[in-house]
């Protein structure tokens, strides 16, 4: 399914505190979010079905408001300067299920319908390459 471009690209513009540039996004979501110098937001993806954890992503307003009024996850790259939908060119897509922001308004959940990897690297994570932790313990509440 494809999605049209709802507005020219252009980057992110420096100012933290609103939004980076004009967006029509829900103007009470919009007060809600606290953006990076840069105008983002860092937006963590989970498969909905399993809950696992696939990407990390940066979003601006424009990416959340073509996020939440397509169903379709759009993010900002802050290496090629551009919006993406993903899957667009990868044929891995991701169909947004829900959006939750958190208690500090720094970051967004994003549950998607996974198809395919999620990782560039093929991979159905990018959280697959697991560091040692000389501190763990099993020992913890139990519930």
């Known amino acids: 399914m494809p999605v049209p471009d709802l507005s020219p690209v252009t980057a992110p513009g420096p100012a933290p505190s609103g939004p980076a540039r004009p967006s029509a996004l829900d103007p009470a ?10 105008g983002l937001v860092a937006a963590v993806v989970r498969a909905h079905g399993t809950g696992d954890v696939l990407m990390v992503a940066w979003m601006d307003d424009e990416a959340l408001h073509r996020t939440l009024t397509t169903g379709r996850a759009t993010y900002w790259s802050r290496s090629r300067r551009e919006y993406w939908v993903k899957g667009e060119t990868s044929g891995h897509h991701q169909y947004v ?39 763990a313990t099993s020992a913890g509440p139990t519930t």
């Open 97 to 135: 299920r829900s959006v939750a922001l958190d208690c500090d308004g720094d970051a967004l959940l994003v549950s998607v319908d996974q198809v395919g990897a999620a990782c560039h690297t093929g991979d159905w994570t990018c959280f697959s390459d697991e560091l040692p932790v000389s501190g």
């Open 29 to 38: 979501i919009a007060a809600r979010l606290r953006r990076t110098p840069d």
